[in-house]
């Protein structure tokens, strides 16, 4: 049996009891953006999320994973955390349940367990902890903390458990052997979801491994809290969702909306609402001429003091030191690269591809590359049946 926590004021819906919750994850908090102190940054955002709690009121937070970024946090960073989760857990008296992600300590992030107990903060950081569900009326929280492979094969004395997929499936199923599927059951975890789409921040973690976990695996889950991908869009299942960090943490991130997520879930509903967060400091990638990007117009398209830039820009030839003359109209330039013939010889190449395929295989490779599966028969069939009748509309 889980633990119980008791509240007074949980929410009654048209559709039965269930619970109003904010969905976050993978602060990063330390994270330093090309040796960037971010600190400030995350400082203005999670005051951003507070506001969010004292407007929407959730009865629950959710942070799925990686609230440091470093397995050993500097000081700053360790007293930012403390004071974010003092804050929301203590001064407004909003219940937390937290997950351990691959950049988390362990050891370190579950100090305070004293605190915790008393004030309705569950902080999992073990496998262990994974079976042992967090009750609130009738929803039931399985908290899933970030692992790998080999723990699972060590706890279930499996050695066929070489993979995440199988790893997490064996999990699983083992919370399934026990769940009541009457009530709403909520899985938070931290893991790579097959077919999801990644960014530079986290991709260094997954080169070289077969990370993915299939999206089949949590099906009985009336609703999957994720972290570890930091884009919020990562993956497309109705009840399956990454919140996304609450930042961009690299430029490949620079044009993604974060936020949080509010849900509203019962047994016979469920209400999904992205929230917006605005940062203190934007991320642009410029792909410009130099000359253009040194004249004033251009420079007042932005809050050029104030944001960070990875330029890519041409006309480089013969000038001398380019950057300090960049960081002069733009302080926050962190990345600069210069824009090749090549490049763009690679790019008319890929366009000759592209105008040598038919629109089938277009569809079929973009599909593919977004959501790592083939098409299946159906799908085709269904693509070319539209194609006949687009044909045949412009024919006539």
Known sequence: MGKKICYNNYIKYSGGIGVRILHTADWHIGKKLQRISLLEDQEYIINQIINQIEKYHPELLIIAGDLYDKSIPSKEATHLLQQALSDINIKHNLPIVAISGNHDNRERLSVGKAWFSQHNFYLH?????????????????????????YEAREYFNDNTLDTHHKATKRVIDEIYSTMNEKNVNILVAHTFVAGSLETDSEREISVGTVENVAVD??????????????????????????????LAYSFSEAKQTKGTR??????????????????????YNVVADYNEVMTKEFQNNFNFKHDFFSMELSGLDGITDPMP????????????????????????????????????????????????VELTDIQKKTLENIFKVVNSDETN
């Open 125 to 149: 950081t073990t496998l262990e902890q994974s079976f042992k569900k967090i009750t609130f009326d009738n929803v039931d929280m399985y908290l899933l903390p970030y692992f790998e492979p």
């Open 325 to 372: 003359r960049i960081q002069a109209m733009y302080p926050n330039t962190l990345l600069l690269k210069k824009k090749t013939k090549k490049e763009n010889s690679e790019k008319e190449s890929l366009t000759k591809e592209m105008l040598s395929k038919t629109p089938l295989e277009l569809i079929e490779n973009f599909y593919k590359e977004e959501v790592s």
């Open 217 to 246: 695996v949590f099906e009985k889950f009336d609703y999957v809290a994720l972290g570890h991908l930091h884009n919020p869009n990562a993956c497309n299942e109705e009840k399956i969702k990454y919140s996304g960090s609450p």
């Open 262 to 283: 509010l849900i509203n879930i019962t047994k016979n509903s469920f209400e999904e609402q992205f929230l917006p967060l605005e940062p203190l400091r934007k991320l």
